[in-house]
């Protein structure tokens, strides 16, 4: 049997992804002899016109990360969609817009004026902002066209399936390597390379009672290594988080911002972590709730961070969250 | 003439060359066709997250962006990090230099000079060298940027995007055992930087056809030079001031990260969404070297040129050695960014070693908690690309109000599309094109290293290119495409 054509592409995202890829190191190298790579910009040469001119499904699966973005962005996604049997949405940013879909909290035009004419190093008296078509003295040049609003794979075509984290975590990219090399994917539209529990359920913290009095910002305390974070009043999105990630960051005695994406059975990643974490605020009354809410500063980036595109709210509208 | 895709810095990369009446290179363009927004989208974000925010401009380098946003952290929170904690971020950041420069060294460009730049398309990359030199070094550049992301993550908790920068110090300290393990690992870099260099020598170095190439004028361009030096001029990637020099090598300005907007402007052109830093006090003379043009370069060659040597033994020789083969300092041929960069790399993983020794880096004290309240502060350090700075203003909940950044690769932007247009004018010529235009054009780009390109980190290391030659009336000429 020939061996499945795969392609990796980058849309909206900081190459994290692609070197979570090369992070495989000898494994990958193992994984090559049995996947055909087809299309990976980053690493092999191969040009958007190659894929152009492949028949519709003969690539077997594809691996998109980052957000969409641009009309580059999703031209591309479109692109291989029809080209691919399987489309897997990798990494955070293609599954919830990951930090880029933070820019769904502003809007163009405030990027373009803060980015273009506003910052303090920025010298730019005639206001010149970057345009998708420009006539120079030699000819016209052209750049995609940038959109309002960060959207993820999924709002943009049809995805099979989904990878978490960012990145996603060696161990776990190498194990979907090798099922996808084995056909022994589950049904469509599963998470793969992630556990089906919460970051909770795999965290070696030991858990208290959760009585929470105040909420606590990650530089005012040396927080105890051995408790659960949360009991210690620093954010931890431990609870709306599927687990998978092996808790990195709570090794390394700092709280999750939820990369892994919602628990499973959930919609919305941040309204999950706002009642898990308003369920347990010790109060006796309104006033006290409302104290102890009060150290929730900004609850879009907190509760959002890597998930704001994929949320009900999905961009800012006049109304603050 | 069109190359998409070439790489990315926050994206992908263009570019547009377009030929005269007489068929010669008329102008050329690089454009950048991505923008994220950081700069605004950072704004009302908790400050202390920062780090974690701005690590995902690039998941090629996303140390340098953690300790320059860590680094501003302790300036807005007025906080000084006990020793051992910045020696530890220090040791984590020469871990990192050791892995990013081992890559770009053996991935990127080395097949260019190990094979040769007109050796066949197909062999000019990692499979290529290690079919030359030897399948052990191909395992043996695997193993050496492996384990120094094992460093990396047992200081910062994560081998991509790492999470222990706190304001004050960092989230944790390190064992003896991972001390132990890191020296190991350290003893081991510094042969690997020590062959690695050998093998520059024997293959490049010795061979006159690429002395003459590096010398060769269309690699070759005047500009000013930055990077950081410690309080005795060396290079210093982590802390220190930010030094200019001038094209002649003159000490042009000399500052702390507080004052970088007296130094550093930035201009906008219609057609890139990439701004184009330059010196302020110069001024924007458009895509021009010399002395009168504000354009510089942040990179490794403009640290070494910058500096008046290095802080360690073993690559203060090597220093001196470019500098006897390819001087008078300051050096300004493109390609001579190569050697600087493998001496940056004896540097890191010496400085690695002498981290690991340190009495004080299993101390527990890694933390100074901040007591004054937040309002404004600068980071800088040098990321492998350049001068990395970011700078925040808050309120005084700590909520980010304003942030600007001045990142690596874009320090470089002027000079990368200055160093394109000068190889495509010496290639192109009467609208003959050489079969060698693609390799040289890229060998301008792949100089800098550009972030553009995580091309530059990954196998077997061709970045994407095409090449659309338009005549004076835009007419397809040509098309090249690699094979």
Known sequence: MANPKAAFYWAASCGGCEIAVLELGKALVDVSKKVDIVFWPVALDFKYSDVESMPDKSIDVCFFNGAIQTSENEHMAKLLREKSKILI???????????????????????????????????NPQGVIP????????????????????????????????????????????????DIVAGKLPPKGSVIGASDKSLCDECKRVKGDRKIKKIVRTYEIVPDTEKCLLDQGVICMGPATRGGC???????????????????????????????????FDAENEEEIEQIASGVTDPIGTFYRYNLARSMQRRKKARRV | MTINPITRLEGHGKI?????????????????????????FCEGRLVEEMPDITSRICGVCPE??????????????????????????????????????????????????????????????????????????????????????????????????????????????????????IEEIAKSEIEFAKFTLKLFDDVV????????????????????????????????????????VDPEGNEFAKYGAAEYQQHLAEHVEPWTYLKFPYLKKVGWKGLVGGKDSGVYRATPLARLNVAEGMATPLAQVEYKRMYDTLGPKPIHSTLATHWARLIELLYAAERMHELSR?????????????????????????????????????DEKGLVKKVNLIVGTTNN???????????????????????????????AFRAYDPCYGCATHTLPGQMPLEVNIYNKERALLRKLQRP
Do not use: W
Request: charged share 20%.
């Open chain 1, 246 to 280: 092996g808790a990195q960051c709570i090794d390394a005695n700092m709280p999750c911002r939820g990369c892994y994406g919602a628990v499973p059975g959930v919609l919305d990643q941040g309204a999950k972590m706002l009642s898990a974490l308003s369920s347990n």
């Open chain 2, 64 to 181: 340098a962006h953690h300790m320059a946003a860590t680094k501003a952290l302790d300036a807005v929170f007025h906080v000084d990090p006990p020793s051992a904690a910045k020696k530890l971020r220090e040791l984590l950041y020469s871990a990192f230099y050791v892995a990013d420069h081992t890559t770009h060294f053996y991935i990127l460009a080395g097949p260019d000079f190990i094979m040769g730049p007109k050796a066949p398309k197909a062999e000019r990359n990692i499979l290529g060298v290690i079919n030359k030199v030897g399948l052990d070094i191909g395992s043996s550049v695997i193993k050496h940027r492996s384990d120094a992301l094992d460093a990396v993550a047992m200081i910062g908790g994560r081998r991509i995007h790492p999470t222990c920068g706190v304001p004050g110090g960092v989230s944790k300290s390190i064992t003896e055992e991972q001390r132990t393990k």
């Open chain 2, 413 to 443: 932007h002027a000079a990368i599309s200055m160093s394109i247009k000068q190889a495509a004018q010496g290639l192109i010529k009467k609208g003959e094109v050489s079969d060698g235009l693609l390799n040289m054009v890229e060998m």
């Open chain 1, 89 to 123: 949405a990798f990494g955070a940013c293609a599954n919830g817009g990951g930090i880029p879909a933070l820019a769904n909290t502003t809007s163009k035009e405030r990027i373009f004026t803060r980015v273009y004419k506003e910052t303090p190093t920025t010298d």
């Open chain 2, 205 to 244: 170095l010795s061979n006159k056809d690429y002395v003459s190439l590096i010398k060769s004028d269309f690699y070759t361009t005047p500009t000013y030079y930055m990077g950081l030096v410690d309080d005795q001029n060396r290079v210093n990637f982590y802390d220190g001031k930010v030094r200019v």
């Open chain 2, 16 to 40: 547009e060359i377009f030929l005269n009446d007489d068929g010669n290179v008329e102008n050329a363009y690089f454009q950048v066709p991505e923008l994220r927004g950081f700069e605004k």
């Open chain 2, 358 to 394: 340190d009495p004080e880096i299993t101390s527990q004290n890694v933390r100074t908690i901040p007591t004054a309240t937040p309002d404004e502060g600068v980071g800088i350090v040098e990321a492998p690309r350049g001068t990395l700075t970011h700078h925040y203003t808050t």
């Open chain 1, 131 to 178: 345009q998708t078509k420009v006539q120079v003295k030699e000819g016209e040049l052209a750049i995609p066209e940038f959109y309002n609003t960060v959207r993820t794979l999924d709002q943009t075509v049809g995805v099979d399936y989904s990878v978490p984290g960012c990145p996603p975590v060696g161990e776990q990219v190498t194990a979907v390597m090798n």
